[in-house]
């Protein structure tokens, strides 16, 4: 986890002054530690029988489709606004800076169907909270939340109580 952490950059002042942004990029274009992310976000959820990943645009996509491919599970997206071609259902959430739409497709999910939500990182716990009523609505039960990063000092996870959250990183 250490090796994966070195990988993960700190960029001062992105997108607003006074966010430090934790760019994933690097890690992401090194094999053995992308491999190391999906293999050990999986193991955490593959006894938990996930028929969904729902990755959160846009990192999430890339972390949620691997680790949906180790899981044999199917992925879901949810995008940001005016994203997604079909009828769907919107939740407005806050970001550590600004406010945001998420969307769904409204036949994404089959009520009862067991989800895994994947995002790159937990800051506030805003996006995420956004994603868990957005499944929620279609029927879906959240069976785990996993993240690549988590910045604990915001305290995302005490939103979060009834979850079981997985992170790989903290800052
Ligand atoms: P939050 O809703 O506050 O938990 O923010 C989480 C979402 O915003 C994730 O999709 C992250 O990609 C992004 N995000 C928030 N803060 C940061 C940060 N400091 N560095 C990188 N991404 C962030």
Redesign the pocket.
Known sequence: MERLKAKIRDIPDFPKPG????DITPLLADGPSFRTLTDALAARFASRKVDLVVG?EA??FVIGSAVGYVLGAGIVLIRKKGKLPYKTHKAI?????GTDTLEIHEDAIKPGQRVIIV??????????SAAIDLVNKLGGTVVGIGFLVE?TF?K?REKLREQEIFSLVQF
């Open positions: 966010i430090v942004f934790k959160i990192r999430g959430y806050q970001l550590e800076y995002d790159d990182l937990l800051a506030t716990g805003g996006t995420v910045l915001l995302g």
